[in-house]
T-cell receptor
Framework: SQQGEEDPQALSIQEGENATMNCSYKTSINNLQWYRQNSGRGLVHLILIRSNEREKHSGRLRVTLDTSKKSSSLLITASRAADTASYFCATGGSRLTFGEGTQLTVNP | GAGVSQSPRYKVAKRGQDVALRCDPI?????LFWYQQALGQGPEFLTYFQNEAQLDKSGLPSDRFFAERPEGSVSTLKIQRTQQEDSAVYLCASSLVQIPLSSYEQYFGPGTRLTVT
């Protein structure tokens, strides 16, 4: 069963625009991770944010975490066509529980 | 360096056949995970090894699914008497550290796409 839900399920934007994806989860967590999946490179870890952090940056990625609302968001700034992929949030320790993902399409 | 590799990349099996899927984790990685990903869904946990010990197999959907990692390195996921609902991508991941309650980055392989006809 899926731990959380991502929204939107699909997002289509133009190159250069920002993309925001949201994730909600159900149980208390120690941390939350975001992964990207495309057909070329499989599932790749993007960023991990711990439960005592509210915001984290990595390059063009910005992740926020609101444990009171059990939600997280992933912002990709200045998007590129190469960012086209599915994005998943995941929670858990030894067993990651993934959401259903957001399919992002960045049009050149 | 080499990442996680899986073989075969694609497998077509007739219903009732047994299949074996192989995972070669990153050298030295202690933890190894198997996930099942149905089309359009996120991966779902199947089982977890720490070295050769299978610490969690609660995600295996039935007793037709069996995983092993006898020498603490390569792992094999075996599915007996395959059924159509077993069609999915099977992902293997490895992690450097032992994982108690905290979570560390998992490195995923490209997956094996299993189609049961």
């Amino acid at each position: 069963s899926q731990q959380g839900e991502e929204d939107p399920q699909a997002l289509s934007i133009q190159e250069g625009e920002n993309a925001t994806m949201n994730c909600s989860y159900k149980t208390s967590i120690n941390n939350l991770q975001w992964y990207r999946q495309n057909s070329g490179r499989g599932l790749v870890h993007l960023i991990l944010i711990r439960s005592n952090e509210r915001e984290k940056h990595s390059g063009r990625l910005r992740v926020t975490l609101d444990t009171s609302k059990k939600s997280s968001s992933l912002l990709i700034t200045a998007s590129r066509a190469a960012d086209t992929a599915s994005y998943f949030c995941a929670t858990g320790g030894s067993r990651l529980t993934f959401g259903e993902g957001t399919q992002l399409t960045v049009n050149p | 360096g080499a990442g996680v590799s899986q073989s075969p990349r694609y497998k077509v099996a007739k219903r009732g056949q047994d299949v074996a899927l192989r995972c070669d984790p990153i050298s030295g990685h202690v933890s190894l995970f198997w996930y099942q990903q149905a089309l359009g869904q996120g991966p779902e946990f199947l089982t977890y090894f720490q070295n050769e010990a299978q610490l969690d197999k609660s995600g295996l959907p039935s007793d037709r699914f069996f995983a092993e990692r006898p020498e603490g390195s390569v792992s094999t996921l075996k599915i007996q008497r395959t059924q159509q609902e077993d069609s999915a991508v099977y992902l293997c991941a490895s992690s450097l550290v032992q994982i108690p309650l905290s979570s560390y980055e998992q490195y995923f392989g490209p997956g094996t796409r299993l189609t049961v006809t």
